[in-house]
């Protein structure tokens, strides 16, 4: 008996973190705008599906849709050691009257849906015009009909065909002189037009124009074989051969406008950027401590390809130290969204006012066909000295602001006077002294009685700031930035040898080949005379540390350098 209770309350134990994970439900639609007599289908996305127990109540959606069939799907993947089960119910649903239509909120699983927005327009005239009397055509569309070398374009091929298919494909198209990707997966929906309802494969395409001219699509083709109920050989999966194909295109792409200047060329139909991380009110800024800072650039219609690099400007009396960037692209509909993320560290390198310059971002707004202009604007912080590091005032001396005090009256009492023992502490100096003297020549002694090798002359360990040099070195080699991974190689090589404070020093001082090639390349990047595929060379040649000659070891002598010095 108590071994079948032991086996329930391990079966509960195992089950009770799957009944306690939390189920949530999204919604989306597979296209925000159809056509009065089009269908869309709604997916409810439900994670951890444990609780579910039968398909939602749909009555919410009867007023504004026809509800015309429901299909499930489900996944399961374990990442880690963690299992998570998805389940994903599909509603074909067909809207009831033009204007924009409200998805309310469904209760699937315990858990509610967010409300959706769905425009329906009404049925195009000349769309159901152009209907053929075939059972499979074509179509393909641009939008715009015109743009900018860079611009994206959205180039949609859709199919109809009634029936069934049992196979077929669609030619991908070819352009010369264009950057083209296939937005999304296709999507699948019903159509009416001209009374008859069609089933449609809708593939969109983003084309990037890389030159100015008329860029011209040829017609892509369709074939397949579409299966007849009527047929008896349709059992077998032997169907009629059935082509189709699109009209060939034409687009006029202009160049960039000749006023733009040397700037980079973005068209965009949206684009921001953000600096975020900075200090709260009443939260003090100190010299020494880092602030984490976030820059986030994005836009529609671009991919991350076409987007800037990310930098903080020149910041007086603070060093930058950026990390490595992060990139994406998305899609927006039928448009790219591009993005770009960095974080940086921002030290403070003095007490007082410490202003960060803004740094803007100009662009062409190609839905306007203006030049428009993104900015952080600029940002000023108060500094204060590092904990510990203010100076206090000495006693007697008055703060700073304070209104002095008058002088109290001096008593004319003489103060007894403390007779300290200087001749006991002078006895004992000289003592401690012989003693030194005595064991500094034993110790010689001892050494000429038994000579030991000389040890060999080995570099000193690296400092603790030599080790946050390097690491700022390693992050600059990531940014592209030439001079900064100058100016960081040169201060790491600083901490080390403080003898080394020009390139040709440094490179007299290596003894590796490799680093003094390294060196060099770096050199005539930063005077723009070399490309800008040396940062893996740069990196490679200095990842183990600076190979130094022997005959450039400092002296020993534990002095600081007469005269140091700041890198910037």
Request: glycine letters at 8%; charged letters at 15%; hydrophobic letters at 45%.
């Amino acid at each position: 008996m108590g071994r079948r209770w032991c086996r329930v309350w391990l079966v509960l134990g195992l089950l009770l973190p799957a009944l306690a994970a939390a189920t949530t439900v999204t919604a989306t639609l597979d296209r925000s705008q159809v056509q009065l007599g089009d269908t869309v289908t709604l997916n409810l996305h439900v994670h951890g599906a444990s609780g579910f127990g039968g398909m939602p109540d749909l009555t919410p959606l009867a007023s504004d849709f026809d509800v015309l069939g429901q299909s499930q799907s489900s996944n399961l993947s374990i990442v880690n050691g963690r299992g998570s089960a998805e389940l994903v119910i599909g509603v074909v649903l067909r809207p009831r009257r033009v204007g924009t239509l409200t998805i309310p909120a469904l209760t699937v699983a315990g858990a509610q849906t967010a409300p959706l927005q769905l425009a329906v327009t009404p049925p195009s005239a000349a769309s159901a015009a152009a209907t053929p009397d075939r059972n499979v055509f074509m179509q393909a569309t641009v939008t715009p009909q015109g743009g900018y070398v860079g611009q994206q374009l959205s180039y949609v091929v859709r199919l109809y065909y009634r029936g069934d298919l049992s196979r077929g494909t669609i030619d991908t198209p070819q352009v010369d002189g264009v950057a083209l990707d296939q937005v999304g997966k296709d999507l699948r929906y019903d159509e009416t037009r001209g009374g008859r309802t069609w089933h449609v494969i809708e593939r969109d395409y983003a084309l990037v124009p890389q030159r100015a001219g008329t860029l011209t699509i040829p017609a892509l083709g369709f074939q397949g074989e579409a299966l007849d109920p009527n047929d008896p050989d349709s059992f077998f999966g032997l169907g009629t051969t059935v082509t189709a194909s699109t009209s060939a295109l034409s687009v006029p792409v202009q160049a960039a406008p000749a006023d733009w200047g040397k700037t980079a060329w973005l068209p965009a139909r949206a684009l921001t950027l953000t600096l975020d991380g900075w200090p709260t009110a009443g939260t003090p800024v100190r010299v020494g401590q880092p602030i984490n800072l976030v820059m986030h650039l994005s836009a529609i219609g671009l991919p991350t390809a076409a987007l800037p690099s990310l930098s903080l400007p020149a910041v007086t009396g603070a060093q930058v130290y950026p990390d490595q960037p992060k990139t994406s692209t998305a899609s927006d509909g039928p448009w790219l969204a591009g993005s770009r993320q960095r974080a940086f560290a921002l030290v403070p390198e003095r007490a007082g006012t410490l202003t960060i310059p803004a740094t803007t971002v100009r662009w062409f707004d190609v839905t306007s066909g203006k030049a428009k202009m993104a900015e952080i604007p600029a940002h000023t912080l108060t500094v204060l000295p590092a904990a510990g590091g203010a100076s206090a005032s000495p006693p007697g001396m008055p703060a700073a602001g304070a209104t002095p005090k008058p002088a109290a009256p001096v008593a004319t009492t003489p103060a007894p006077v403390r007779t300290f023992p200087w001749r006991w502490i002078a006895v004992a100096s000289v003592a401690l002294w012989l003693l030194s003297i005595l064991a500094w020549w034993w110790q010689r002694r001892r050494r000429a009685l038994l000579p030991m090798p000389t040890p060999a002359r080995v570099a000193p360990a690296l400092a603790p700031d030599a080790a946050a040099l390097r690491r700022a070195f390693d992050a600059a080699v990531h940014s592209g930035d030439a001079g900064q991974q100058l100016r960081s190689l040169l201060a790491w090589a600083h901490a080390e040898r403080p003898a080394i404070r020009q390139p040709g020093e440094l490179a007299a001082a290596l003894a590796n080949d490799a680093q003094r090639r390294a060196l060099a390349a770096l050199q005539q990047r930063c005077y723009g005379t070399g490309g800008d595929t040396g940062a893996t060379d740069l990196a490679k040649a200095f990842a183990h540390g600076f190979a130094w000659r022997r005959d450039t070891l400092p002296p020993d002598d534990g002095l600081p350098p007469l005269y140091p010095f700041e890198l910037k």
